[in-house]
């Protein structure tokens, strides 16, 4: 696979996973044109996965947008859902859930993957544009929230249940 | 008749969400208990009636197959049914969870009407 093509999975998981679990609706973005970000306090979620294949995942969002998240996750006003647990939390869980869909989507339903804990790490802007220019992130927009996603894979054996990798 | 649900995961965020999404799918649901790790919810399954157990696999102290494996030693799994709620979309440790005593399982995200259509199957309840 590709890195474009591998990007375009992540690209696609992350948006069907907002869709469907907290029902925003991300567009397709280019880091390069147009984005505020200086508008926004980052936060860096990572988790680790082990299994047929060994890796991480790493997802960059607004603070403000995770108090979205979890808002429309817990289907309540931000006022009610507006704590840093609840919008971290809400982070993590999308996050989690990104990373399961996004394994099978590349490996089938017979690969077997152990997930840790996400973590939720709070990074200034700095720390933003190195890891944008440093690693290759699939990137989406939420209305104005630039959201970015990646996974790096260890190569590892190829796993006799493999799936289509689409 | 409403029946008694226990939700087992380390984020108290997650729980609510459980909850409300258990609210959305219109059962006749009496008391909603929460546990932080499985370990809580053995003891939980002790003091309370419950009629099914919503789990989560990875958290501290005790995982969801540790308490599963706990229920089935003190004779529970046969008569509460659990039902795991996860990301993991692997068939291949559905069937290994279904082995150790599990009932059913949720893939995350999911939707009122999956999670309803779920616990109907396994309580045989129809929606209120």
Known sequence: MTTESLKDVILRTVMEVLEQSAFVFPEPGDMLEGVAFDNFEFILVTLKFTGDREGEGKMILPAEFCAELAANLLGEDMDQSGSDESSFDSAKEVFNIITGQFLTRMFGDRALFSLTAPEVHQIDREQVFEIFNNQDFAFCMVDEYPILAMFQMKEEQVNEHQGSGR | ?128
């Open chain 2, 1 to 128: 008749m409403s029946f008694n649900v226990l939700i087992v995961d380390d984020s108290k965020t997650i729980r609510a969400i459980i909850a409300k999404t258990l609210k959305l799918a219109k059962l006749d649901i009496g008391e909603i208990y929460e546990a932080g790790d499985g370990k809580e919810g053995l003891e939980c399954l002790k003091t309370k009636h419950v009629d099914v157990v919503l789990s989560d696999l990875n958290m501290p102290v005790m995982t969801g197959l540790e308490m599963v494996a706990a229920m089935a030693r003190e004779g529970l799994i046969e008569k509460i049914p659990v039902v795991v709620v996860s990301t993991d979309g692997s068939t291949a440790r559905i069937e290994e969870l279904k082995q150790q005593g599990v009932r059913e399982y949720i893939r995350k995200p999911f939707t009122p009407e999956s999670i309803g259509a779920v616990i109907e199957g396994v309580l045989g309840v129809r929606k209120a």
